[in-house]
């Protein structure tokens, strides 16, 4: 006689695999940002404040250009889970090969296309042409980390993808301390984040090359990447991170020299609030993706929003009450203007933080069109920083009504379509 599982049981055995796995990656993440804080900060201490704007710019175009494949992530994620959860290793190990092959056609021809851009560029008079090279190089060697990722995320390999995410932070900050204090120029840093950016991709391959090899012998199937959900999560990750970092090139286009780099320490300093929802939104995905019940859908988004939110409530409270000798420790005292703006600045930050929890939320239920609302609100804060630019205070007061009404937008979507 065979005896039923006890459900409730079941349901609390998954409940503490996701506390686990998810405490396991807070930890890996809040190491990784302390690490990517440790880049930025020795950064502008090494380089002058001119030097340090022109880096962080360059690293607000790596974010932006590394959200679209992160649409990668989210499908690779959510098609590894299904397809393991329905018993079939060999469909997962077919699905992810064929989605590698076609990023590492996408990256060579995109590395081509650098190679031969950039020198004809500079020919005509390009400034930094180094700088903005490896820029390039790097967006188009990250393509292949969110499918590395999204295949670990899928098939639950939390530890391996923590380990993951601390060494992509390590090997940045290695090569860029090593390369600036040796006299290196910002495209010299550049080429450093490019070559730790490969040797992230290459090693996060290991821990999936069993269900790879499942798929070796198999002939592979042409997977396109231009699909219409890889398109709609492309569209809202990357409008959602174009909301939340488009007031640092706004003030790399309208300030001056000293004053961009004065908001850029503290636009960096208040985004570290958006790597909380990293470890929430990881660990939940796939678990959503596979539930198939609209009242422990609901119940996952919220508990989701309880830990974000909490969390983002503590770290602005510290970052407002402690912003002058947290810029000085940090950037340097010649960064001291940039205090009065980290709190109201990690205040916006917060409010994208729970936006991102409802969108890959609805990502994960395939549920897409969210997307268009998304871009739209990047539509309407382009204009508003348009008329809005000509102070620190209006570009910041930009950013919170903005990220007000976002995180309105999810509940209001949430609640009219997705009841």
Not at 270 to 281: D, E, F, K, S, W
């Amino acid at each position: 006689m065979t005896v039923s599982a006890d459900p409730a049981a079941e349901h609390a055995g998954a409940r503490r695999a996701l506390i686990g796995s998810g405490l396991l990656l807070a930890l890996a993440v809040g190491l990784a940002n302390a690490l990517n804080a440790g880049f930025q900060f020795g950064m502008a201490r090494i380089l002058d404040r001119g030097e340090y704007s022109l880096l962080a710019a360059l690293f607000a175009v790596v974010l932006i250009g590394a959200v679209p494949p992160l649409a990668f992530q989210a499908t690779t994620a959510r098609s590894v889970a299904s397809t393991l959860a329905e018993g079939d290793r060999h469909g997962a190990g077919l699905y992810l090969r064929g989605t590698l092959r076609s990023v590492l056609l996408w990256t060579a021809v995109l590395l081509a296309l650098t190679a031969i851009a950039v020198p004809v560029a500079a020919a005509f008079g390009l400034a930094n042409p180094l700088a903005i090279a490896a820029t390039a190089a790097t967006v188009a060697i990250a393509l292949v980390i969110p499918v590395v990722w999204g295949g670990l995320q899928g098939a639950g390999r939390f530890r391996e993808l923590s380990f993951a995410t601390l060494l992509f932070a390590g090997t940045r900050l290695a090569a860029g301390l090593v390369i600036g204090a040796a006299g290196g120029s910002v495209g010299a840093v550049m080429l450093g984040v490019a070559a730790a950016t490969a040797v992230t991709a290459v090693l996060s391959l290991i821990p999936l090359r069993g269900l790879l090899g499942l798929a070796e012998e198999s002939e592979l199937p042409r997977r396109r990447l231009a699909t219409i959900p890889n398109a709609a999560a492309a569209v809202g990750l990357t409008a959602l991170t174009a909301m939340a970092t488009m007031d640092l090139l706004v003030a790399k286009l309208s300030f001056s020299s000293g004053q961009a780099g004065d908001y850029a320490a503290a636009s960096v300093g208040a985004r570290v609030l958006l790597l909380i929802p990293i470890a929430v939104t990881t660990v939940l995905f796939p678990r959503v993706a596979t539930l198939r019940d609209r009242r422990r859908e609901r119940s996952h988004l919220l508990a989701g929003l309880l830990v974000v939110g909490v969390t983002a409530a503590i770290a602005t409270v510290l970052l407002w009450t402690l912003a002058e000798p947290l810029i000085d420790l940090t950037f340097g005292s010649k960064y001291k203007d940039a205090a009065s703006w980290l709190g109201p600045l990690s205040l916006a930050m917060s409010f994208y933080a729970l936006a991102t929890v409802y969108l890959y939320h609805f990502l994960s239920l395939g549920r897409s069109r969210f997307a268009l609302v998304v871009a739209g609100m990047l539509g309407v804060q382009l204009v508003v920083f348009a008329v809005l630019h000509g102070s620190s205070r209006e570009l910041i007061g930009v950013q919170i009504g903005m990220s007000i009404a976002m995180l309105a937008a999810c509940e209001v979507w949430h609640l009219l379509r997705h009841r």
